[in-house]
């Protein structure tokens, strides 16, 4: 009967609101004093999460826009909960209610209803909808602005879509112009393969998953809290509140099970008068840490759940298999929409894990 | 700054102690009064953790003891915090002090450094030492045991070693005969071969990494706190903080990542009067909550990381690259002995979530 | 630098918005699903705030208005996050501007300052206003709601104001008819007498402090989580976190310290089958553990701080000492208004711990 | 069914133990690397607690001798957890298992016997009893270490027992001297009249409460995380949880009821270039922060529940009435422990706070 709905130790992320709604809200309580922070701050972010190119994303038309309820003065963060909040526009609730016994293949409709005995607001999948990531968005641009002051630099982007695989490690070039196509994977001809494979799905009334991979780069030594605050532990658990993710990998990740230690282990060496590593297998986190090497996860998205054809479920009015077709407008592939979760709830962690360490009075003092 | 060795919201596990301390110990605080629990309960575990076949394992002798401190009295727990501890024994801690200042490959050594300024306990990897798992061990056997008052039953197992992979399901009947070989592999044949990997990676002085399968059933469906405290978000949050796991994987896992949304659907349909679904693809999650079906989840483990290879490092004390050759006794492969681990781990998770729930009294009620 | 804008562990209540920004805002995370709920029972509590003789308190016209924007779906709690949020009208904000820099004796200008190097949002006392207890209100009207469910009882009442002292026990129906009387004092004569006070107080230009007494019955025995979650401990944890509070008794409370054991100890009895004791100088709460017998909780509260005598102080612009002669609408005594607010946050912990024992689906079960 | 043995959020304490189990126990998680300690910071403070003139404590001989089980390396503290430890010694349990159905007045038998459904280890009052401050002691020391490295000073004393009362301010010198006579308190003259009165409750078979105060000089300004983790909130919250706390109040307390704003507000003024006020009526914290003036609290105990007195009570063997004679060894008041007790308790809060404002590792660096 708890309560979940907050996550963050010194830099807490609570979200709140439903799919079809008055909105989707999020405060961040723990933001220190004196951080530069406007509406545009979130509102860019929100904008970049939905791809120019709409047929390989929903229907819907979510032109999100952004309003900041407190903790913000004068262009400044003053120390308050910030409470950031986006209406919901383009809900059409009819449609679900009509089909609200037919459990949907993929989607959290029945344990959700065991959960909240029946009283969760089913409509457009209520709080387990993608749509809830706004919120992700919103708090994660507080963290990437208070990140920035550090020099910290969070990059995630797109490297396999239904099979299609980048297969080589993109230029940094090539990362940072990864928002310029719709599928945001670095390599542009890789990407135009992604693409028509969702159109490809989209036709079948199919759907695809893929993997997301993100690169944070100076990140500082030190950041994580073993045992159980962990820096890797903390990130995995942010990742996979996210909807449809079902994997996580930091460095090496699966790959490293068929290592031998000799392969794997990072050796040390110095460069340029610092500790650094000859290799990345540990992905930046050692024994829970950071180790200053660039932070490398990978992780596994789910196709999306509603699709075109039919499929077989229950029908919980009656207690009877049958047979459902899920209407509504659905993205062929969320994996596009992904990059931009990934890359908040990654800053959202490294935030707290820099408050936890200590890290930010000095720097906003110079500011 | 901030703590971070409790783990659980209702019930909470705390790890103390150190690899060459004078012990490893565990509290757990919130477990209901009233559960009959002995000393053997623990010992049985920390008994089975370690393989009878000494030569896959690590040279040193741990007959670990458990002694409980407090929270159980004639026989129940009383509601009050159990502390459970392992004195240590067989330290020799004289090897480390003369090497402390050169970097081990694959261990926590320079970012532990960094995280606590130098005076972190270094012997034998102090906190960072596989060696802390004996406290997850205690723990989870309370937790176990609670959870065996629901018929929830958890049974991890080895997929792979070094390469070497189990590639069919294996029956009830094999998974329950896993501590049989040394290896906890199901499969004997598999395990045989694996056996003797790790044996030659010994022999060459280097070591091995692989894959616990971890299967839980009779979970009762409605379990997780969305959206941040989901069952998987909290179960990969544990498990990542277990020294070696470099991966997670809940259901179809990474391969999800390349499966259309027809193929990786769970259809529902009702199985003896029961919401069921056809396959698994899901791993008994949906939406952060259990569904009722088999939680399956899979845990990449690095290869150990002390190997007796020489290794390219750096001498903190002169500043300068040289090579090391890391001493002691060490695992040619921790797979087996994380068994044990990930088995406790997910124990741990899953009776928190069963008291968030608010599961626990009537059961208890009725002993 | 961590945050610490939410309370409670099980019914977590989040409180965000400034005094002079857009809106004071709730969120409470932890409510279980099902429990009916309208936008009226809050608006109610809100109206109930503000004595109807507008003479005693401030001159700020604050006609309140809440709007519910998540965790309702068709007149019941859907398990999800609850937000609500009441809009700020009539700030004037300007006054506040020109006298920043002086510090306001009784206030937390100087110590906030400090706290949040300058950047807090100082207009109307910001985050320090009495102005944040609106969201206590909001929030303590889902726990009321919820604790009705199980005929907990909660009624806080006036016993002091300014050295005027309701000196005997009112009867229960004297208690249900406090808000009859602007000052909340459950006898009527008493009340008069309260009520010029405050008229005088005001007269010269000064504010007058007093002492509420809250009593919650049909409390079950066996709330608390000991040593640390005592229920007595959470309760003054939460009153002390209300403006203006500077002490907190339980029962015979600072009276109990001139006492003898065979005086204060609180004899066993069985009255009707039940176990009762035919004292009550511990104030139903032993052990930090309900007894079943009426918790019986008193809470100072100091003088308002804004007064219209000139006082002493520094002017930080050009740090020398000075004369303040505080501008602005301000009530000449809070404590009526702190009774709202007193009993607000008693139901707030006793919800939070009632959900913490478990208690709560078989209740909502039947409804 | 939560757990409740911590507190702290980044010094945090943990309490583990029984009156007549095998030890008490103090686990502290979050002290920074690098703090010189030693087995003897724990051991004087454990010492200290007990008045020499046994006549006025309980018969039990506790010569407390604690043990370091982790957290402690080379006489530092390394970041790991810190174990302390003292094994009971002296338990006689016998005379508690011939009574355990009979209600102690005063004691916390019968809400404990429902809160742990009879399973709870009743002997001593177990988990209830106030050796359980044992484990207060031994983390407090810890905490007054750290707070030294700041140069914050606290000094509990006791200023009334039994309603003979200390009415004047004590010198600096005398509150030093506290710990000269065995009541704790300042003045030599009033403590003998105190030692008196506790010798004619004693000669009576019954026991007498009072009224502990606590002064912590030289606390930075800007400690405190408002609106919920306020300072006084915290301070409030872990004193209630002292077993016989029935009240606190900070600065001037319940007096403030009764005086004019203009009487309570302390007026600001410049004193040797810093903010100061001319008063301390706040008792050193506003709005919940620390402001640089000392924090004064003071704290009521009741007297000791145990006494040799016949009392009427309840026997839940045959749920009937009848009369208890509480058997042991007692302290007619313990008062004279209790002022150690919170001097712990008010440290453990203060250490917190002082790491949550980051205030640490600049000082350690400096050592």
Known sequence: MSAGNSIGKDFVFTCFGESHGKCVGAIIDGCPAGLSFWKKDIQLELDRRIPSKREIVSARVEKDSVEILSGVFEGRTTGAPICALTRNRDARSSEYRQTKDLLRPGHADYSARIRYRNFNDYRGGGRFSGRMTVAFIMAGAVAKKLLRRFNVNIAAYTVAIGGIELRREPTIDEIERRFDNPVRCPDPDTAKIMEEAIMNAKAEGDSLGGIVQCIATNVPPGLGQPIFDSLDADLAKMLFNIPAVKGVEVGAGFKSAEMKG????????????????????????????????????????????????????????????????????????????????VESSIALILADHMLRAGAIPKVLAEE
């Open 262 to 341: 000799s392969e794997f282990n990072d050796f040390y060496s110095i460069r340029e008068g610092k500790i650094t590593t000859l290799t990345n297998n540990a992905g930046g986190i050692q024994g829970g840490i950071s180790s200053g090497m660039p932070i490398s996860i990978r992780v596994a998205i789910k196709p999306t759940s509603s699709i075109g054809k039919k499929q077989k479920t229950v029908d919980l009015s009656r207690m009877k298999d049958t047979i459902i077709e899920v209407k509504g407008r659905h993205d062929p592939c969320i994996v596009p929409k992904a990059v931009s979760v």
